[in-house]
T-cell receptor
Framework: QQQVKQSPQSLIVQKGGISIINCAYE??????FPWYQQFPGKGPALLIA?????SEKKEGRFTISFNKSAKQFSLHIMDSQPGDSATYFC???????????FGGGTRVLVKP | KAGVTQTPRYLIKTRGQQVTLSCSPI?????VSWYQQTPGQGLQFLFE???????NKGNFPGRFSGRQFSNSRSEMNVSTLELGDSALYLC???????????FGEGSRLTVL
C-alpha cells in the first residue's frame, strides 16, 4: 500500500521557471513531512521539512505548501537553476520519527 | 564534520550467498536507519536502531537483519540472497528521533 503518492514522475522546466511537485498522503497520523533531494550517485539530502501546524514554509528558493484537510503538500522551486536538476522525494513520518515513508520521486530537469 | 560512511560502496554476490554492509554514522548521532532503494519500489524503510536497540522495523523478510554497536556504528546483513535484493542500500543517521536524516552514499548490491 503506497501511503504517499507523488506526482509528476518527471518534469522539465526552463531556467528561471517554477518547478512544482505534489504529494498526497493517506495516514492521518503522519505529522512530519520532509523533502529530500538526490543527485545521481549520492544519497538523499534533506532539503526542507514542515509540520502540520503551519501551512507554508520557505527556505530560500524552496517553499513547502501544506493542506491538512486535503492531506496534500507540495514543493515549489522558484527561479529553477540547472544545478537543481535532481530527483526529489517527499516523505512522511509519525511522531516526527525516523521511519520515513517516501513518495515515488520526481526527476526534475532544468534546461539552461 | 565527516558525513555518514558506508562500506563497501559496490559489491556483487550470487544467489544464496549472504552479505554484510557497514555504516558509520555522523559523530554524535545515536540513531541509524537503513533504507532500500530500487527503481521499482523506490525508497523503503528496513529498520532503525537507537542506542543499540531496534526501534522500528519495516516490512522485509527475516533474511534482512541489522545491529548497532556501542559506538553507534551499524551493520545490516542479508542472508540467502535473491535476485530481487539487488538494490542501493542506504544508511542514514540522526541525532535522535527527529525525522531529520543524514544519508550516506549507499552500498550498491548486485545479485547475480
Amino acid at each position: 500500500q503506497q501511503q504517499v503518492k507523488q506526482s509528476p514522475q518527471s518534469l522539465i522546466v526552463q531556467k528561471g521557471g517554477i518547478s512544482i511537485i505534489n504529494c498526497a498522503y493517506e495516514n492521518t497520523a503522519f505529522d512530519y513531512f520532509p523533502w529530500y533531494q538526490q543527485f545521481p550517485g549520492k544519497g538523499p539530502a534533506l532539503l526542507i521539512a514542515i509540520r502540520p501546524d503551519v501551512s507554508e514554509k520557505k527556505e530560500g528558493r524552496f517553499t513547502i505548501s501544506f493542506n491538512k484537510s486535503a492531506k496534500q503538500f507540495s514543493l515549489h522551486i522558484m527561479d529553477s537553476q540547472p544545478g537543481d536538476s535532481a530527483t526529489y522525494f517527499c516523505a512522511a513520518s509519525r511522531a516526527a520519527g525516523n521511519k520515513l515513508t517516501f513518495g515515488g520521486g520526481t526527476r526534475v530537469l532544468v534546461k539552461p | 564534520k565527516a558525513g555518514v560512511t558506508q562500506t563497501p560502496r559496490y559489491l556483487i554476490k550470487t544467489r544464496g550467498q549472504q552479505v554484510t554492509l557497514s555504516c558509520s554514522p555522523i559523530s554524535g548521532h545515536r540513531s541509524v536507519s537503513w533504507y532500500q532503494q530500487t527503481p521499482g519500489q523506490g525508497l523503503q524503510f528496513l529498520f532503525e536502531y537507537f542506542s543499540e536497540t531496534q526501534r522500528n522495523k519495516g516490512n522485509f523478510p527475516g533474511r534482512f537483519s541489522g545491529r548497532q554497536f556501542s559506538n553507534s556504528r551499524s551493520e545490516m546483513n542479508v542472508s540467502t540472497l535473491e535476485l530481487g535484493d539487488s538494490a542501493l542500500y542506504l544508511c542514514a543517521s540522526s541525532l535522535g528521533v527527529t525525522g531529520e536524516l543524514f544519508f550516506g552514499e549507499g552500498s550498491r548490491l548486485t545479485v547475480l
